[in-house]
Each structure stands twice: as C-alpha cells, then as structure tokens.
C-alpha cells in the first residue's frame, strides 16, 4: 500500500512507495520554515518550485530549483526555508 | 491545506498544491491498469519508474520514463499499465 506521511500540522504531506527495491517518497511543502532529521542518508530533487536549505554541518544556505538534487547524510538534519508551495522528490540511499 | 487523493481502491494516490496559481498534483501509482478521466487538460511527468498509456484517440501504447512527459487533451481519458509503483506530476494547464 501507499503510505501517506503528514508533518508539521499537515504543511507537508508525502506518499511512500518502493520502486525496484529503492525506498522513495513524493511530498509537497507548503510555504514555511522546516528543519528535518534523517535516518538513511537522502538524495532531494526538487519537482516544481525550490527549496533553500541548510545542511547540519554548513553555516551557508543553498536554493534548488526544479530538476536540482541535494544530498543529506544520514543520522543528521536539515534547515528549509519554502517561499511557495514546492513538490519534492527524497530517494532513501541505504 | 494539501489536499490528498485517493483512486482506485487507494493504489493511485496524490497531493494537490498550487505553484505560482499553476495548480498541479504530484502522486504514485502502484501496479495496474488505470482509466483516467480529464476535466482540464493535462501534462503528465514521469519522476521516477514508468508509464505506458494510450491516450482515446490513439491505437498505439507509449511508454514513458523518468523526465519524460506526455499531454491529455480536456474532457478527455487515457489508458495507464504500470508495471511497477511510479511517481509522477500532474499539471493542469487550464
């Protein structure tokens, strides 16, 4: 089944799925300040929109936009700023 | 609000979000056969697996992959097989 994840008071809202044994999700971000922590290290693509973030261990902020990925270690975390709503991509790489 | 969707017994599902007043949906489609129906026209974009489809007008499948897209003319419909989960993005392009 397709699992559907709600953070932040439902202000981002993903949909799990396996595609060829690679563990994935599809989520949206409303416009807002987030700040998430990961287990396995992630690949982010941005779908439509951008993401301006900040990784744990990097005092500057960086913007992706559409078609642009990101990578975030594992057992970290992440800073993001959305200015609209922006629809993601988070590839799980372990 | 991210609005989720749900179809065919919950194996397609979606989030809806509006970008910049483009109004779009990002989902997974898990294996099977699908009909659609379109209210506006659509461009529908592969992100990650794969889509084959017959649009109604058309007697040939296409299959399309990861980055490629494909349109749906208005009030129309379009066949999917999904031979594995697949996310995809939805514009409406009313």
Sequence with gaps: M????????GNVKSIGFEH?????????????D???NTGAPERM?????ALTIQLANDDKWHTYEQGQS????????FKLQVTAPTA?????LD
């Excluded at 060829?20 to 807002?32: I, P, Q, R």
């Excluded at 990101?70 to 975390?77: I, M, R, T, Y």
């Excluded at 993601?88 to 799980?92: H, K, Q």
């Design 34 to 36: 987030y700040l998430f």
């Design 20 to 32: 060829a044994s690679d563990k994935s999700t599809v989520g949206v971000m409303n416009t807002g």
């Design 2 to 9: 397709l699992k559907v994840n709600e953070y932040f008071d």
């Design 88 to 92: 993601y991509l988070c590839e799980f």
């Design 70 to 77: 990101f990578h975030v270690a594992g057992d970290s975390s």
């Design 45 to 49: 693509t941005v779908i439509k929109g």
